[in-house]
């Protein structure tokens, strides 16, 4: 009797607790993400990112100017589809600053660069990156005060590159090339701000710049030899740095900058020789045989050395380590491949040079020595050669027969038109650094 | 005695009520297991892998001594079916001249070609068992609901999914897989979404918030599966 007593309290509470345990379960069951009716998407469209870049607001002439620099910044780093801004509904022009990512989805807009500019001694750039993705507030936002417009467009840009791939664009670099029969000439990377860096009167050929940008090295016949000669990038006396018998060419500084790496003649062949780059003394013959050995390539490290020779029947390139040494050859398809240069990403290696086709056309090319394979950069554009890396590894620069020069890049194959005139021997110089 | 009797009384009383109210517990206890089964039971949206197939060309291979081309994948084009009506080269049909009525040919005969001729029929007919809505390379000849709409909202959604060339490499892209979730009103539009769980890679989960943004709307679902998918809907991207 108290068995029953006591029995029907116990069994209420085991059945109340029982049935505590069971109704939260069920009701987790529906509230976990995990638990859900799911549908997996693959294969994604592969396209570059759709950009909208409206026009900026302030100022109306530094405005239209400010968007047209960025429109085609943004263009040249081939990655990203500006969209047309013809496209764009009046109530996207008319948003200033602000942003309504429902809006900019209907337009396609992957993204978008809003822009304010207000004029003066000292202009005002307001700069704004929206990620139709992440809502309706910037992701990054930026105010720019400085005198030139296309800089503080330059570093806004590179500052969304930075923001959009983790690293820092190179807006504001230069690029130095040879004209036939004509000075040293460079621009910017965007085709803009022109400057002439020799008064020689005589072909200026091969330059390169030194690793800070301080000084280019190039061949010269003023003294109807081909000579080698240095000169300072920001203006100033060239100086003769070897004028030994035959050929003095092919310079490339070594990433201390204090050495010069080329390609000399005086002992009846050509080979490889590191001099001093002021005093122009010998340092060392790297290369010793029969064949002619030419156009020379550090790689980023320092430790290896890229080159065309002959030794084997036909120019390719090869690699062998800085100070001399076993040459391993990395090129074994077409009879005609020069111009390497080493990719500046210690993470890639990869070298860029030019090769000739089975229709006789050159192209560039790229030789992935990790993945051991090479890739066609540009095809059925007429012939393409003396490509350089940008100093960030993204980008090639070329000269081509279509006249001028031209940058690509090497994921997307995006190919820009950046320089018409007369060009040949591009060579990329290092990063700016235009700090805010 | 009298007393006993009256605990007794009260014992037994107690006794059955408790009885009574565990019963009736252990009913719900089962009436709530047993839904909860028909909840977690109800059919979940599949997806159908989509196989493609590409043909070699006829031709003379290339020397691998050259350097490489760029191939670009070309787009399929329908050939041009030429009926042999329409070509004006062709030679005319010849048409089979009446034939008199063989006299030989016994009605057994006769009645098993006719039958022949119905089984070949119905054969042909069994063939072409399908759904107006289908896939000339499906196999199934039905589709249930949940599948159908599910593969509705996996078409809207990718025609609008770019993961951008060039920030995302192809071996990157590879190991990405990232899930939203969202909330499918009746009238098909796109509500509360939100990452779920995410790559690690902002680019690449940015692409994929993109996509649901830029879809915005998607087919009502169809009445048998609305309750489903009112309740949310996890979506996976993967390359």
Known sequence: MILHRSLSPFLLAASLVTLGLTLPNTASAQATGDDLPQITITDPNRNLLKLGIPNASGDAALATEASGIARRNFVLVGLFQVLNPVSFPPALQAEGLGFSSALWSQVGAQAVIKLEVVGGDQKTLKGRLYQTGRGDKATFAKDYRGGDLRMLVHVFTNDIIKELTGETGVFGSRIVFARPKRELMSVGMDGEHPAVHTNMRSDCLLPAYSPTGDRIAFTSYLSRTPDLWVVPSRGGRASRVSKREGMNTGAVFTPDGGSIILTMSFAGNAELYRIDAKTGAIQKRLTNNPGIDSSPAVSPDGSQLAFVSNRQGTPQVFVMPIGGGDAKRITFRGNYNQTPRWNPRKDKQQIAFTGRDEKGTFDVFVADLQKNEILRMTQNRKSNFDPAWSPDGRLLVYASSRGGLFVINPETLNEEHVWKGNARSPFWGPAPSLGQ | ?239
């Open chain 2, 1 to 239: 005695m009298p007393e006993e009797k009256v605990v007794f009384r009260h014992a037994s009383r107690s006794l059955s009520g408790g009885i009574v109210a565990t019963v009736a517990l252990h009913g719900g206890l089962v009436f709530l297991m047993y839904w909860s089964s028909r909840v977690e039971a109800s059919p979940e949206p599949q997806v159908r892998e989509l196989i493609t197939t590409e043909l070699v060309k006829l031709g003379k291979p290339r020397d691998k001594f050259w350097l490489p081309k760029i191939s670009r994948p070309q787009r399929s084009r329908p050939v041009d079916a030429i009926k042999v009506a329409d070509d004006p080269n062709a030679a005319p049909t010849p048409k089979d001249a009446p034939k008199p009525e063989d006299a030989e040919i016994s009605d057994k005969l006769r009645s098993a070609l006719s039958r022949a001729r119905t089984l070949q029929d119905v054969d042909l007919e069994d063939d072409e068992e399908g759904q107006l809505t289908g896939s000339e390379l499906g196999t199934a000849s039905e589709a249930r609901a949940g599948d159908e709409y599910a593969t509705k909202v996996n078409l809207a959604i990718r025609a609008n999914w770019n993961v951008p060339v060039g920030l995302i490499p192809d071996d990157q892209l590879a190991a990405l897989t990232a899930t939203v979730r969202i909330r499918i009103e009746s009238d098909g539009s796109i509500k509360d979404a939100g990452m779920h769980k995410g790559s690690g890679n902002n680019t690449f989960d940015d692409s994929c918030m993109q996509a649901i943004t830029a879809t915005a709307q998607v087919p009502p679902p169809p009445a048998e599966v609305k309750a489903m998918w009112a309740k949310g809907v996890g979506i996976v991207f993967k390359k």
